[in-house]
Structure formats: structure tokens, C-alpha cells
């Protein structure tokens, strides 16, 4: 069976959040297709929140940017919500228990940001022996750049962190 796996479809990854990710509002439109498509099947979805710890400046518990994105509230209706504080969904969390007793093996995941929080889960997916998909069109990233190595704007980072998802043996949608 497969389970959906939302990641952080958070306020603070909006254009008006504190860590904005290109391509934001299309994957928050490939987030509801894949809910759709989760629905339609009888698959579990498990919604994913990251937290920082108070005075981080963004993800904070109880703040605007920490929330799920308002277009989403309708679709988490009675789904398990895991909180994690690092960037898989795996760590810290009861997410790889809860899909064992769903008898879950294999894994759907969206969401933000595809190089870092979606990208670290589906490699835990991975080490897992979960079958283990990235529907491409409900993820965005953003920019990165560093002194030393340069910089790719967020379309170009979302294409590279699925690049390296392929070759490890994640199914890109």
C-alpha cells in the first residue's frame, strides 16, 4: 500500500513568508492533486510540520509563518500530523512506525523544500526499503547560494535535488 507524505506546506515557504520558495503556489496545486489522488485510493496521508524553536525568526510553534497554508486547512480534515524539528520526517517522529502498522511499503511524498526537507525524507524512505515517489509538480525549492560554490535560483535546485533523487532510486512523477 502507499501513503502520501505532505512536507511542511507551510506559511513561512509563501512569498510573503520568511523563507520564500519559488514555485510555491504551483506545488501547493500539485499538493491538493496528490491529496485528490490519495483520497480517490483509500491511501493514508500523514501531513508533516517543521518547528523551530522560539526566536528562530521562522517555522516557530503558534506563529502565522508556522502554519499549514490556509488553501490546505479543508484538505487535513482527521489525517495524522507528526511535527519534526530536523529535516526528515523520519527523525524524531513515530512516522516510520505509524506506516509499518498501516502496512505501508511504499511512499508518495510533496511538498517543501525539495532539496532539503523532501530530499532528506525520501532518503530515509529509502534506507527504509520504502518504494518511494516524488510527484515533482507538488514540490518547489529556493534559491541557494553560497560564497564559495555560487548560486542556483529555486527551478534549478528543485531539477537538481530530483536529479539526485533518481540516481539513489526514488520514482520521479
Not at 57 to 81: I, K
Amino acid at each position: 500500500m502507499e501513503a502520501l507524505i505532505v512536507i511542511d506546506p507551510q506559511n513561512d515557504f509563501s512569498p510573503r513568508g520568511a523563507y520564500p520558495a519559488s514555485g510555491y503556489e504551483g506545488a501547493l496545486e500539485g499538493i491538493k492533486r496528490a491529496v485528490a489522488r490519495a483520497r480517490a485510493a483509500d491511501e493514508p496521508v500523514f501531513w508533516i510540520r517543521h518547528e523551530n524553536a522560539e526566536g528562530k525568526g521562522r517555522f516557530e510553534p503558534r506563529t502565522w509563518g508556522g502554519e499549514f497554508d490556509p488553501s490546505l486547512d479543508d484538505l487535513v480534515g482527521d489525517d495524522r500530523v507528526l511535527t519534526k524539528t530536523v529535516f526528515g520526517a523520519f527523525s524524531g517522529t513515530e512516522l516510520g512506525s505509524m506506516l509499518a502498522q498501516d502496512g505501508v511499503d511504499a511512499v508518495r511524498i510533496v511538498g517543501l523544500l525539495t532539496h532539503m526537507c523532501v530530499s532528506t525524507t525520501a532518503r530515509e524512505a529509502l534506507m527504509r526499503g520504502l518504494t518511494t515517489t516524488i510527484q515533482a509538480d507538488g514540490c518547489a525549492s529556493r534559491a541557494i547560494e553560497d560564497p564559495r560554490l555560487g548560486h542556483v535560483d529555486g527551478a534549478e535546485a528543485h531539477r537538481i535535488a530530483l536529479l539526485h533523487l533518481a540516481s539513489m532510486g526514488a520514482n520521479i512523477q
